[in-house]
């Protein structure tokens, strides 16, 4: 009987309810009520706003796109992946996302202890994966790159891009590869299928280096400047920033430098690339107690031998030889971790021990770094190790390699010209020593606190050139 009763009633009160909620659905479809005959309007509700990504999502969208992350979100994406591959050890994408953001990390700190863990997560993911798994392969490029191991970012990135030829993110690996090798016209050729494929902020800071790399100072202070504005996040804006201060530390301009060193520091005080070149500029400037402050922030978060290099040699120059010798000491033992880690510093090593320990053993080191890897800068350091050694003959081959002009171009260093200056001052051949020094003090007079000194009173040594009787000519 309750279900006989009650069919009925709820039809015609299902009948009656539709036809009375007509009205008020319409009026709040139109964001209004009619109250005691006043019609009132009701406030819109606002979509609630997104929430904003974590920083462990911002540090995986940019390990992801090559560009720089900050380190907390490092941490957090850290963190992260490793409970993924604890819970699902069969995902071959959070091996790979991992391998990747130990290489930054390590980066970053200056810690090569990460670069065995990234090693073991990337090569994990390619056993989990090992057709067509690029994230894999081009995360071994990177950490070869960071390794200083560049014939192996070749052959990494060479078969990630044969698996992947339009992942854009591999060209830029390649790029850095082949710079190491001194293979500067595969760069160029590599650019220019890159930007073929993306443009934008990553891509304008690649092109940055290889214009540098080719002499075309102007066109990589544009590119810098162009990926500075364009770059959305501090920690990727202050990356270009200090490559920027670079540049115009290699020009010469020390006040332009603290100006992009600082700004970077702003956007990400954990940019200890950006410290040490306050420390350079500053030092430049004679503001010698901020720059050993600088150098020591630097050192403090990022703990690089050239760092400890530089702060030595700065210390040395003010008459500091304990402080300095502090310093040479932790460059040592930066480079025996280096090496427990997989890297590579023997570039590093060889400069140090060339001027501040046993040239000899410099150059049984550079000419090992030689086989392995011959760009410009172990050139350079080869030929000043032979020249310290007492061999300035075999030191020039190596000195006129790291001054000579490539085809479209070369890179113009005062380091690299004043090391062939000396060179050519010490096998008597005065005038092409008196210009290259003097090459040297113009493109950056304050290249080094130490060196710089030396290049001046060298240049200042030989004098003007003599001057010579026009000869005659027959008849007059």
């Not at 339009?166 to 001194?182: E, F, K, M």
């Not at 202070?221 to 990926?227: E, G, N, R, V």
């Not at 033992?333 to 060339?354: I, S, Y």
């Not at 550079?366 to 190790?385: F, I, S």
Request: charged content about 30%; overall charge positive.
């Amino acid at each position: 009987m309750e279900n006989q009763r009650e069919g009925p009633v709820r039809q015609e009160s299902s009948s009656k309810r539709r036809a009375r909620t007509r009205p008020v659905l319409i009026a709040s479809v139109a964001g209004c009520a009619v109250l005691g005959g006043v019609l009132v309007l009701l406030p819109r509700e606002r979509p609630a706003e997104p929430a904003a990504p974590s920083p462990g999502a911002l540090a995986m969208a940019a390990v992801g796109n090559g560009v720089p992350a900050t380190l907390p979100g490092l941490a957090e994406l850290i963190d992260e992946r490793e409970k993924a591959v604890r819970t699902r050890p069969r995902e071959a994408t959070s091996w790979a996302v991992l391998g990747a953001a130990y290489v930054e990390q390590g980066r970053r700190l200056a810690d090569p202890a990460y670069y065995p863990r990234a090693e073991r997560a990337l090569r994990r993911s390619l056993t989990v994966r090992p057709q067509r798994n690029t994230r894999a392969l081009a995360g071994l490029a990177a950490l070869a790159n960071a390794r200083r191991d560049f014939p192996a970012a070749r052959r990494w990135g060479e078969a990630a891009l044969k698996v992947e030829p339009r992942r854009w993110t591999t060209y830029p690996l390649l790029i850095d590869a082949y710079t190491g090798l001194g293979e500067h016209e595969a760069a160029k050729r590599t650019l220019d299928r890159l930007t073929t494929l993306r443009s934008g902020p990553a891509v304008l800071a690649r092109a940055a280096t290889v214009y540098r790399d080719r002499g075309w100072q102007e066109d990589a202070a544009a590119a810098l400047a162009d990926a500075a504005a364009g770059a959305r996040a501090p920690a990727e804006r202050a990356a270009y920033r200090e490559r920027a201060g670079q540049l115009a530390w290699e020009r010469g301009d020390p006040e332009g430098a603290l100006r992009h060193f600082r700004e970077a520091v702003r956007l990400d005080p954990d940019q200890r690339a950006a410290q040490a070149g306050q420390g350079r500029a500053l030092a430049a400037l004679g503001r010698t107690t901020e720059a050993l402050n600088a150098y020591r922030v630097a050192l403090a978060g990022q703990p690089r031998p050239q760092y400890a290099l530089e702060l030595g040699e700065l210390y040395e120059s003010l008459g500091m030889p304990e402080a300095a010798r502090v310093q040479y000491d932790l460059l040592r033992e930066r480079v025996r971790g280096a090496a427990a880690g997989g890297a590579d510093e023997e570039l590093v090593l060889g400069r140090f021990e060339a001027d501040h320990g046993d040239p000899e053993a410099a150059v049984r080191r550079l000419r090992a770094e030689w086989r392995r890897q011959p760009a410009a800068e172990v050139a350079d350091a080869l030929g000043w190790a032979l020249y310290r050694a007492g061999e300035p003959g075999k030191a020039l081959r190596f000195a006129l390699s790291a001054t000579a002009a490539e085809p479209g171009g070369g890179a113009r260093d005062a380091v690299y010209m004043y090391h062939r200056g000396m060179i050519e001052r010490k096998l008597e051949r005065y005038g092409a020593a008196r210009r290259h020094l003097a090459e040297a003090l113009r493109i950056n007079p304050h290249f080094s606190p130490l060196h710089g000194r030396a290049a001046r009173e060298a240049s200042e040594a030989l004098g003007e050139p003599p001057d010579e009787e026009v000869p005659q000519m027959a008849g007059d």
